[in-house]
């Protein structure tokens, strides 16, 4: 099966899903494109260093069904089964999301439905949360709201800062998101019509 990734910054959880791929973690998945919106991305020149495909597509001042309209046709250019945001710091629109129906899936660094949106970790700092977390999840019209793959949790500690509980949930998130690509990949999980993902008995 063939990945798109899409990222904004460093890139760190589309690294993982490579080094996945690379260490037979991850079977029958291969990368087929990673894209931008932002041509200053680390990920982008990681992606080059490990001969991926690797385009940037800016969406700076461009309308928001224009940029995505480009996005998609890049994906199915690359013939990509399943598109994984990994930080990809854009909403996207209806029409991409219908354009690949329970086939883009995205992480969360929170254990959702709780702290979404920007910022989880001070959420949950503020909120004096004593467990936190990522969810993979798939992308649905919502923002941050579609059936959950998996999760993964940490310890909240104390003198935790922002800083230092994000460092800890994306060691989880480099585990979580290969994990639950597997999972789709595989054919064995089901989502149920309560909009849950279970595996088939
Ligand atoms: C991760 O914390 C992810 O959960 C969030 O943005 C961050 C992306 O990091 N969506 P990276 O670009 O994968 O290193």
């Known amino acids: 099966k063939r990945l798109g990734i899409l990222l904004s910054g460093r890139g760190s959880n589309f690294l993982a899903i490579a080094k996945a ?30 001969k991926i495909p690797a385009f940037c597509v800016p ?29 990809y710091m854009r909403v996207l629109t209806v029409d991409f999301v219908r354009a690949f129906p329970d086939r883009i899936l995205n992480i969360h660094p929170s254990l959702l439905p709780a702290f979404p949106g920007l910022d989880a970790q001070g959420q949950a700092l503020e909120y004096g949360a004593k467990v936190a977390g990522c969810t993979v999840h798939f992308v649905d019209e919502a923002v941050d709201h579609g059936v ?31 994990e639950a690509i597997a999972r789709v990949l595989s054919g064995e999980y089901a989502i149920s019509e309560r909009r849950y993902l279970h595996r088939n008995k």
């Open 59 to 87: 969406s700076a001042g461009r309308k928001r069904a224009e940029h995505d309209a480009e996005m998609v046709a890049r994906l199915h250019q690359h013939k990509v089964d399943l598109v994984c945001l990994a930080g």
């Open 148 to 178: 959950i793959i998996l999760q993964k949790t940490v310890p909240v500690k104390d003198e935790d800062t922002v800083e230092t509980l994000s460092a800890r949930v994306l060691q989880q998130e480099h585990a979580a998101y290969p």
């Open 21 to 50: 791929i690379n260490d037979h973690r991850l079977l029958g998945a291969k990368i087929a494109v990673v894209l931008s919106n932002r041509e200053d991305a680390g990920g982008l020149d990681a992606a080059r260093e490990l």
